[in-house]
């Protein structure tokens, strides 16, 4: 359940001096994220308009949680391909198969079940999303949200 925190999008965000990941303090870098696509993104804004953010992070969680973002893609395009040719094998030998529920719950399983393994491996430690006036942080840690919230004058949600 993350924990989220929304800020007017004309405020720059202030952000704990300690790493989001593994909370040492003064981490001395900073990781970009970029914001995730949000439905309600104003008409005034070019579509390719990305919110990025700088968000501080220590020298080892960077290593890490860089890897760990190309594990998890790694992960879902291993598992979506392994998935499908198992599914398409069954189409060439029982082509009685795609008929019915069974085939179109494998098919969803074919695209939920890596979906579901990559977020297992990779949970990021910070979301965000850009609306039409407000930016909104999604952390995974509530101290962490507590902290943003309170340096920049909002509440956790
Ligand atoms: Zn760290």
Redo the contacts with the bound molecule.
């Keep these: 359940m993350p924990h989220s925190v929304d800020i007017p999008k004309t405020q720059p965000p202030a952000f704990p001096d300690r790493?989001?990941?593994?909370?040492?303090g003064s981490?001395g870098a900073t990781l970009t994220c970029s914001a995730s696509t949000s439905a309600w993104k104003p008409l005034k804004e070019p579509l390719w308009k990305g919110w990025k953010q700088e968000v501080p992070?220590?020298e080892?969680?960077k290593g890490a949680l860089r890897r760990g973002k190309w594990l998890g893609r790694l992960v879902f395009v291993a598992s979506i391909t392994v998935t499908l040719s198992i599914l398409l094998v069954m189409l060439t030998f029982s082509p009685s198969f795609a008929e019915g529920w069974v085939g179109y719950a494998a098919l969803f399983g074919a695209i939920a079940v890596p979906l579901l393994v990559g977020q297992a491996i990779f949970t990021p430690s910070v979301e965000f999303s850009g609306f039409a006036d407000r930016l909104v942080f999604n952390f995974r840690s509530p101290d962490y949200a507590k902290e943003f919230a309170a340096l920049n004058e909002s509440v956790v949600k």
């Design positions: 790493c989001i990941e593994c909370g040492k981490p992070v220590c080892g969680c």
